[in-house]
């Protein structure tokens, strides 16, 4: 008799554990993955490889930054600028940190920001990214490549988190004036047809403001990094966002329950470490931004 009972101990365990672990594999399958300006931690930053490589790993999302040049086109770039940690002048010489803002983004043409390499250099923060020379790409140009890739690989159109990275001191200086730099992005949205496929991101609530009035049919993420409850604001924003996009660490119980009763998807950003990613998707979040989602992607398959 003793023996029975544990043979059915044993068996109602395995069979707790295997339900528990399917669990969370629906759970972590439904999340949606998105790749940090590409994959980060593996290649150079809001580059082409770096999108198709995050495709390749498997991503739901590619998540980027947009900045504007002299001439109006639509660029794919974290800062305005030309980063001295990782960009350097057509002489290949590393743009100085004391000089960077002089590599006004917004005061080159397109044709002359394709001279400076933005990924030969090694990453301070990134040393495992692979090497290679890429220039800052336009978004047109991006969103091609990928058409490209998922039509010659059969695989299905990934989703775009669309940052317009505007700053009210910057305008007119480092990027157009604020209802320009919306009508710009969305132009290229439209005509590359991707109002189906994509959100707009911003830390700035009148970007947020003009995108829900010029396109309201494409959803918008609110980014947070104030320590303000989510009500706050959302009451300063003036409208309800499809989105509420925090720095992973603002994430308590609080916040689950007040997205969950909004009807809002939780969506935070950037988990790199290991323990964190694990940590954040036993939330119940909806997704999850990352430099290194294949880290994210292997808690699927665990």
Known sequence: MRTIN???CMLILLSSCTVQKSTNAKMFTNIDIQGHRGC??????????A?????????TTLELDLAVTKDKVVVISHEPWLSHEFCSDPDGKRIEASKEKEFNIYGMSFEALKSYDCGSLPHPRFPNQQLMRVYKPSLSEMIDSVKSYCKNNNKPLPHFNIEI???AEYDGLYC???????????????????EQHCNLQSFD????RICHKLAPEIPLAMLVENNLSPQENLDKLG??????????????????EWVKKQDIKLIPWTVNEAADIEKILKMGVDGIISDYPERVLSKRKD
């Open 6 to 8: 544990f043979v059915l």
């Open 40 to 49: 980060r931690g593996l290649l150079p930053e809001n580059s082409i490889p």
């Open 51 to 59: 999108f198709i490589k995050a495709l390749e790993l498997g991503v």
């Open 165 to 167: 990275k505007r700053e």
């Open 176 to 194: 157009p004036p604020v209802s320009e730099f919306c009508e710009l992005v969305l132009k290229v949205i439209r005509e590359k047809q991707i």
């Open 205 to 208: 609530w009148e970007t947020l």
């Open 239 to 256: 409208f309800k966002p499809q989105i509420y996009s925090p720095y992973f660490k603002l994430i308590d119980a609080n916040l689950l």
